[in-house]
């Protein structure tokens, strides 16, 4: 498909999914207006890459659904500058929204070769502010902590304690919670040392397999 038409779908896309649902963030829009989405997404489903709905990125994995990243990025309310953990990497599309907005993010991704993939496009698009990590991210990722907001992209039983113990305070964490089919999704903010929850919708993610998340 032309570049042109792809940005048309792009704007559309925020227009008619994400601002009628409440996405308001200027950051988070911006994010969305540059990142092309179509190029962390199978060449055979570009055309469906602005749809309002997650795809297929092999590996029994998805790209999650446009509103749902950016309802995940807007709730870790990030005004610039911070430095973030994403438990998930996937495609790589929601490290790069994080990574138009903040000012260095850290993503870990359990499988070695979605990594491996979303490192080859987000290298290609020329971001400089992203470190990637194969591994398991229930533990976190101690090297860089203590992170200003934690993302997980993956649908947990519980609130991992190695995440809770590398947010700031201050800091918050947005993560699906429940079973492995659904979840809610689940804002945690650190203050004095204390998690105070708050859930804001129910959402399907698959599940986040570790050491603090689902046996395999
Ligand atoms: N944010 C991604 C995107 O925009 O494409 C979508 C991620 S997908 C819904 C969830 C990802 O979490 C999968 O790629 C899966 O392999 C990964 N995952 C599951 N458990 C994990 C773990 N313990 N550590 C790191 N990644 C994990």
Redesign the pocket.
């Known amino acids: 498909m032309e570049d042109a038409v792809l940005k048309d779908l792009r704007e559309k896309m925020i227009v008619r999914q994400l601002i009628p649902r409440g996405i308001s963030c200027k950051n988070v829009l911006d994010a969305f207006k540059k990142v092309p989405r179509h190029h ?1 997404v199978p060449d055979e489903m570009q055309d469906r890459s602005y749809d309002d709905y ?1 795809l297929p ?1 092999g ?1 029994h ?4 659904q446009p509103y749902m ?1 950016a309802l995940m990025t807007q709730s870790l309310g990030l005004k610039g500058g911070e430095k973030v953990l ?10 790069a929204i994080l990574a138009e907005i903040a000012k260095e993010v850290y993503s ?4 070695a070769e ?1 990594s491996e993939h ?1 490192k080859k496009i987000l290298d290609n698009i020329g971001y400089e502010n992203i470190t990637l990590e194969v ?4 533990l976190g990722w101690p090297e860089y902590a203590p992170y200003d907001a934690i993302i997980v ?2 649908g947990a039983p519980g609130v991992p304690e190695s995440l809770a113990a590398q947010l700031k305070d201050g800091g918050r964490l947005v993560i699906p919670i429940g079973s492995a089919f659904t979840q809610a999704l689940t804002v945690i903010e650190k203050k004095d040392g204390q998690l105070r929850t708050e859930e804001v919708c129910g959402c399907a ?6 050491k603090e ?1 689902w046996a395999q």
């Open positions: 962390f997650p990125i590996s994995q998805t790209i999650s990243v994403e438990i998930g990497t996937g495609s790589g599309y929601q490290t870990v991704e359990r499988i979605l979303a591994g398991d991210g229930t992209t993956a993610f698959v599940p986040l397999v570790g998340g």
